[in-house]
Nanobody, 118 residues
Framework: QVQLVESGGGLVQPGGSLRLSCAVF????????MGWYRQAPGDDRALIAS???????TYADSVKGRFTISRDNRKITVYLQMNSLKPEDTARYFC????????????WGQGTQVTVSS
């Protein structure tokens, strides 16, 4: 059983930074990769960053160069560093354990709200 707990959201001004954290509990070896998704009102949930078991990262074009996904294997935590935030980054952000064995399912955290506004 894998459980995820996100933290670090909040209100920030345009141009500011936030770091989201995702604490991972459970059988870590069953997880194929970790991802951060976001969902704004009226929009579909979209993958914005991922990190594989061997450390390879991918980013959506909308956040490339501004956001960085990383992990701390000792703390078993995944981070999303968000810089140069824009109002259009306002959304609820979700951590996701991707393709978790044995059933190859995705497991979600509860999400954390990020609001970028002056």
């Amino acid at each position: 059983q894998v459980q995820l707990v996100e933290s670090g959201g909040g209100l920030v001004q345009p141009g500011g930074s936030l770091r989201l954290s995702c604490a991972v509990f459970g059988i870590i070896s069953s997880i194929d990769a970790m991802g951060w998704y976001r969902q704004a009102p009226g929009d579909d949930r979209a993958l914005i960053a991922s990190i594989s078991r061997d450390g390879r990262t991918t980013y959506a074009d909308s956040v490339k160069g501004r956001f960085t996904i990383s992990r701390d294997n000792r703390k078993i935590t995944v981070y999303l560093q968000m810089n140069s935030l824009k109002p259009e980054d306002t959304a609820r952000y979700f951590c996701c354990a991707l393709r978790v064995a044995p059933n190859n399912v995705n497991i979600w955290g509860q999400g954390t709200q990020v609001t970028v506004s002056s």
